[in-house]
């Protein structure tokens, strides 16, 4: 799963049209860090959707990244 992770964020990020490419670090196995924020959030997958961890809940990382990135 942590490579499915790896490999759906890293293809998600890179759809980005940017003139600044939003940047996505994975810090540990399951936190990344989105763009200028300092805070951590938890990626996971749930039925075969990767979900970050919002408030709480969970959204989808599409939805997550459109709503995010600049």
Known sequence: DIDRIKT???RQ????TC???YDVQQVA???YRFGESQSLRLVRILRSTVMVR???GWTALDEFLVRHDP
């Open 29 to 31: 196995e399951g936190r």
């Open 13 to 16: 990020a890179s759809l980005c």
């Open 54 to 56: 919002v408030g709480g």
């Open 8 to 10: 759906e964020v890293n």
């Open 19 to 21: 003139s600044k490419k």
